[in-house]
């Protein structure tokens, strides 16, 4: 390995990232070489020296013990150390937590064009922590990242603008940021752009680029993106029908906890649609998609229970169920729970 292969994966070590074919002997020598320029008063090293502190990079690991030396490398003026120290500030790492002292570090490495910054002060404007809570400065400091090229950044102005938060409502202007962070590869983006294709909000409708956009987003386990990727294959919309193909990514939506997808998928193993047909599994998803919230689950699953089908009959059961559905608005259960009450009682 020469110096440069190993200044490399240091670096990375000290980003968190593990480090391979370096032995701790090495380590120790850079760590020491990182310390003394640190003592020297220079900032990068000073920056590079907390997180050998912080991670135990050739030295025990000493989470309060970086903090002060991530501080000496901000006051110097080091971009990196001013995310760090308001990072810190905001996660209590190593310094006792303090939101307005994070929010003042953030701004002050955000006025200077540090992205992660902008993108952090920006989310403390959303939030209302450390800072009075505003939309608009909210999107003032997402545009700046956004502006830098950070993804979720973009994805954010995107929402805002779409949704009108912060700023005046724009599809247009919308579309074109979820253009950028999609090809940045950031799942949120491409999902958001495909639904934009798919409603035809700031674009002209276009189903196949909508599923182009769900498919890059559910090969990346976005569980949004694979459910309505299978109910386009389901219908052919955009893309040629194929059920078995639907199923496997409407099911692979229910395995993340979608219950929507739940109750889809256990339709589908009562008619055998995509999948064989199976009224154990139709029953065990039913019951999942129930137990997750889901109003339509909970009303079929609430029917099946009052009548016998596919469970043993359990008609307070099924009241429970019908409750949680009204307590949703489900537009039958109210007339369903009040039918079974009034038939119990009478």
Not at 108 to 125: Q, R, V
Not at 250 to 271: D, H, P, T, Y
Request: glycine content about 10%.
């Amino acid at each position: 390995m020469t110096p440069d292969e190993f200044r490399k994966q240091f670096s990375r070590a000290l980003r968190g990232y593990r480090v391979e074919g370096v032995s701790q002997r090495a380590l120790e020598h850079m760590f020491r070489d990182i310390k003394a320029n640190a003592e020297k008063g220079v900032a990068q090293a000073q920056w590079d020296y907390g997180n050998c502190l912080r991670y135990g990079w050739g030295t025990p690991k000493d989470e309060t013990g970086a903090f002060p030396w991530f501080m000496k490398s901000a006051e110097q003026g080091l971009l990196d150390g001013m995310f760090t120290v308001a990072a810190s500030f905001q996660k209590g790492w190593g310094v006792l937590r303090d939101f307005t002292e994070a929010a003042r570090w953030f701004r002050k490495g955000a006025e200077k064009g540090h992205a992660e910054c902008a993108f952090f002060l920006a989310a403390m404007y959303a939030a209302g922590e450390g800072v009075n809570q505003s939309l608009e400065e909210a999107f003032f400091w997402f545009l700046k990242a956004a502006e830098k090229g950070h993804a979720q950044a973009q994805e954010n102005v995107g929402r805002g603008l779409r949704a009108g938060l912060g700023v005046k409502r724009n599809d247009e202007e919308a579309v074109k940021w979820f253009q950028e962070a999609a090809e940045q590869g950031l799942a949120e983006a491409q999902y958001s752009l495909g639904t934009c294709w798919h409603e035809g909000r700031g674009v002209r409708r276009d189903d196949r680029k909508a599923v182009d956009c769900f498919r890059k987003a559910a090969e990346q386990k976005h569980v949004l993106a694979q459910y309505n990727l299978g109910v386009l294959l389901s219908v052919g919309q955009g893309v040629r029908l194929d059920e078995q193909e639907a199923a496997r990514w409407i099911r692979a939506a229910a395995e993340q906890g979608s219950g929507r997808a739940q109750f889809n998928l256990a339709v589908r193993f009562q008619k055998g649609e995509g999948v064989s047909k199976d009224d154990v599994e139709s029953m065990r998803w039913l019951r999942l998609s129930a137990e997750s919230g889901e109003p339509d689950g909970q009303i079929c699953l609430a029917r099946c229970l009052e009548i016998g089908q596919g469970v043993a009959k359990n008609e307070s059961e099924a009241l429970v169920w019908y409750r949680k559905a009204a307590s949703q608005r489900h537009p039958q259960a109210a007339k369903l729970l009040s039918d079974l009450e009034r038939r119990r009682s009478g």
